[in-house]
């Protein structure tokens, strides 16, 4: 395969296949334990097994893999993660292929034969297929490979520096945009950031960094990886194998595998990440300690660092956002979680559908065939498979029984709503239930990522009513990620399902929706109407009524219209909630009109009627309004009540209990003598 980190050993894995029971070379027990965090992904990118005949090749920067047959005579076949429809193409077969990339957009090919020049094909529509060719400029150099940063440009890496070119596919010919001369042992590249990472010196370990942008090449600052004891000899000391680059959080990082820890008291191999700002030196800045030796392998996922090791058969995964032993400069991590295998992976048999019957086979896991890639890709050659490596979330819960860790682990991942949410749920019930302290705790820290989102929305709509967003074209709205969990994610999922489950102490429930209030008030979260319907629907259940006349009385509850039209309703049942309800709508000053319309929308007729009563209303309303609500409610007596006031009204104020033609309820009268009959209509009475 193509020049790149190491696979988890050189030698084949003791036990292999499937990573099932056992133990492992230290006689530490394996997946058997259950829980596996870490998963392949279940659509991998099947291609040519590696041969003779065949060579495969990576490339980092499209996620690709090129199967390349006698040099390319009898066929080269791309496949990618992403992009399920396969290139296949033929090229003359000029000698052996030392590297093969596409440019990004695959519309150039770019191809190393020598160690003196890259050959170029355009993949252009109408472009005629002509092979041109880029010696490098450098005298005496020699090419150790190649990388894209655009659609047209490209890097060419010799062990004398580094050239930058762009690619003119309609000349058929590239232009030298800037070179720079440097000895070069070896050469990365991570794409997402656009930086190659050169090593130098005779050590090996000073490394250099170049970052590239439209058309631009930047030398950062250099800095230096310290060994884990002076080297005895003035020889290459610091191997790609134990160099990774890959973007964490949202910077760039250099992680080395160190081998032996600098100190001496400490056994066992650490992964020690310098931070590489866009401006300014580079620093150490943490240390994920393995706390074992043997044949590593890292990747990058989610965020998180998963280290491969090849003779437990097992990974262990760090995160460093979590809180970790500060000493000043450099922060000191051990494991989130404990060791575990890969999740068994059963490869299909390929063949025809009479044959394919047959049972999958399962996959030897970190088998020495397997090369790593950053992020987050694992490559058997010898298997013919690409995959993307996967963190699992559910069964991260039952490994770390924290609550307030797990949930800082889950909100920095990207598909954690659901899992935070069962997570609650869990927490809420038998036998898992937690303390209220504990509760509280989840609720800050999901309420804290709310508010952040909050904030952040909120400014972003300042900028843009203030009309200072065109003055700012790199002003982006805030992302709403998965870790914003909302009033009505809670609601839905975790408190109004909570609320119903009958088995439950009604003093804890009614503690559980009073604390997420809490949380809220004090992260200054408005908070929503139908959260006080939910607890004052809780008291209601439980007859807690004096409870409840506390919490409105002292204002524990915020005043709002859905909320007065709740208490309106309760009246029959409660017969205080009447004026509660009236003092908050005092409180609110809001338009008598629409406070009916809620009622009504909610097939409150009565409560809307002694409202209107209440405020003394009654004579100047419509008649219809209140007759089309009672109707829908279809309830034959609701209306029966509801005709009969307004009778008795038309009695008093008229004389006579007949409808005017211009309150058009005739259809309501036709519906009354059909349901109760016309004798049941009100009969004049004269004084």
């Known amino acids: 395969m193509s020049r790149e980190p190491p696979p988890p050993g050189e030698e084949e894995a003791a036990g292999g296949g499937g990573g099932g029971g056992g133990e492992g070379a230290d006689g530490r027990p394996r997946a058997a334990e259950g829980g596996c965090y870490l998963a392949l992904c279940a659509r991998p990118v099947h291609f040519e097994k590696a041969n003779p005949v065949n060579c495969v090749f990576f490339d980092e920067a499209n996620k690709q893999v090129f199967a390349v047959r006698s040099g390319g005579a009898t066929g080269v076949v791309v496949k990618g993660l992403e992009d399920r429809n396969p290139i296949s193409f033929r090229?003359?077969?000029?000698?052996?292929?030392?590297?093969?990339?596409?440019?990004?957009?695959?519309?150039?090919?770019?191809?190393?034969?020598?160690?003196?020049?890259?050959?170029?094909?355009?993949?252009?529509?109408?472009?005629?297929?002509?092979?041109?060719?880029?010696?490098?400029?450098?005298?005496?150099?020699?090419?150790?490979?190649?990388?894209?940063?655009?659609?047209?440009?490209i890097v060419f890496i010799t062990d004398q520096g580094i050239e930058f070119y762009q690619v003119l596919p309609e000349k058929r010919s590239l232009k030298l945009l800037k070179n720079q001369s440097i000895n070069v042992n070896w050469y990365m590249y991570c794409p997402e950031s656009s930086v190659i990472l050169l090593s130098t010196t005779v050590?090996?370990?000073?490394?250099?960094?170049?970052?590239?942008?439209?058309?631009?090449?930047?030398?950062?600052?250099?800095?230096?990886?310290?060994?884990?004891?002076?080297?005895?000899?003035?020889?290459?000391?610091?191997?790609?194998?134990?160099?990774?680059?890959?973007?964490?959080?949202?910077?760039?990082?250099?992680?080395?595998?160190?081998?032996?820890?600098?100190?001496?008291?400490?056994?066992?191999?650490?992964?020690?990440?310098?931070?590489?700002?866009?401006?300014?030196?580079?620093?150490?800045?943490?240390?994920?300690?393995l706390n074992r030796t043997g044949k590593f392998a890292l990747n990058v996922v989610d965020n998180l660092v998963v280290v491969h090791h090849q003779d437990t058969e097992t990974s262990v995964i760090f995160d460093i956002k979590l809180k970790g032993e500060f000493d000043g400069s450099t922060t000191v991590h051990q494991f989130v979680l404990p060791p575990r295998s890969i999740q068994p992976y059963q490869i299909p048999v390929a063949g025809p559908a009479s044959v394919t019957s047959q049972s999958p086979v399962p996959c030897k896991l970190y088998s020495s065939s397997w090369i790593v890639f950053q992020p987050d890709i694992i490559i058997s050659a010898s298997e013919g498979y690409l995959w993307s490596l996967q963190v699992k979330l559910?069964?991260?819960?039952?490994?770390?029984?924290?609550?307030?860790?797990?949930?800082?682990?889950?909100?920095?991942?990207?598909?954690?709503?659901?899992?935070?949410?069962?997570?609650?749920?869990?927490?809420?019930?038998?036998?898992?239930?937690?303390?209220?302290?504990?509760?509280?705790?989840?609720?800050?820290?999901?309420?804290?990522?709310?508010?952040?989102?909050?904030?952040?929305?909120?400014?972003?709509?300042?900028?843009?009513?203030?009309?200072?967003?065109?003055?700012?074209?790199l002003l982006k709205r805030p992302v709403r990620t998965q870790a914003v969990i909302d009033q009505s994610d809670m609601y839905t999922h975790v408190l109004s399902v909570f609320t119903e489950k009958k088995e439950k102490p009604h003093k804890f429930t009614i503690a559980v929706l009073m604390e997420y209030i809490r949380s809220l008030n004090q992260f200054q979260i408005a908070v929503q109407h139908y959260l006080y319907e939910l607890v004052i629907k809780t008291l209601v259940q439980h007859n807690l009524f004096y409870m409840l006349h506390q919490f409105l009385q002292y204002h524990v509850l915020s005043d709002s219209k859905p909320l007065a039209c709740l208490l309106l309703s309760l009246e029959s049942i409660y017969p205080p909630a009447h004026q509660l309800s009236l003092d908050m709508l005092k409180r609110l000053s809001t338009a008598n009109d629409e406070?009916?319309?809620?009622?009504?929308?909610?097939?409150?007729?009565?409560?809307?009627?002694?409202?209107?009563?209440?405020?003394?209303?009654?004579?100047?309303?419509?008649?219809?309004?209140?007759?089309?609500?009672?109707?829908?409610?279809?309830?034959?007596?609701?209306?029966?009540?509801?005709?009969?006031?307004?009778?008795q009204r038309n009695q008093r104020l008229r004389g006579n209990p007949s409808f005017t033609p211009g309150e058009h309820c005739e259809e309501h009268v036709t519906f009354f003598k059909q349901v109760f009959g016309e004798q049941a209509l009100m009969k004049p009475t004269t004084l």
């Not at 038998?430 to 309420?447: H, M, Q, W, Y």
């Not at 809620?598 to 008649?623: W, Y």
Request: glycine share 4%; charged share 25%; proline share 3%.
């Open 595 to 647: 406070i009916v319309e809620v009622l009504l929308s909610k097939h409150q007729v009565l409560a809307a009627l002694r409202f209107i009563r209440g405020i003394g209303g009654h004579d100047s309303i419509s008649a219809r309004k209140f007759l089309d609500a009672a109707k829908q409610a279809e309830d034959d007596m609701l209306f029966y009540t509801i005709f009969r006031f307004f009778e």
């Open 91 to 153: 090229m003359e077969d000029k000698g052996e292929v030392k590297c093969i990339k596409f440019s990004l957009g695959n519309k150039i090919l770019a191809v190393q034969r020598t160690l003196k020049s890259v050959d170029f094909l355009n993949f252009i529509p109408d472009s005629p297929q002509l092979e041109y060719t880029q010696e490098c400029k450098t005298k005496n150099a020699n090419i150790l490979g190649f990388c894209w940063t655009s659609s047209t440009e």
């Open 203 to 289: 050590l090996g370990n000073v490394l250099q960094p170049f970052y590239f942008k439209s058309g631009t090449m930047s030398k950062l600052s250099k800095f230096e990886i310290e060994l884990p004891a002076a080297p005895k000899s003035s020889k290459l000391s610091l191997s790609e194998r134990d160099i990774a680059m890959a973007t964490i959080y949202g910077q760039l990082y250099v992680l080395y595998l160190r081998h032996h820890s600098r100190t001496s008291n400490s056994t066992g191999a650490e992964v020690v990440l310098y931070h590489l700002p866009r401006e300014g030196s580079s620093k150490k800045t943490h240390i994920l300690k």
């Open 394 to 473: 559910e069964p991260v819960v039952n490994l770390l029984l924290d609550k307030g860790k797990l949930m800082d682990f889950l909100l920095q991942r990207k598909e954690c709503k659901m899992v935070i949410l069962s997570v609650c749920s869990q927490m809420l019930s038998e036998p898992e239930r937690g303390s209220l302290s504990v509760i509280a705790t989840v609720f800050d820290k999901l309420n804290h990522e709310y508010k952040k989102y909050l904030e952040a929305e909120q400014s972003y709509t300042m900028v843009v009513e203030a009309g200072l967003s065109r003055s700012n074209p």
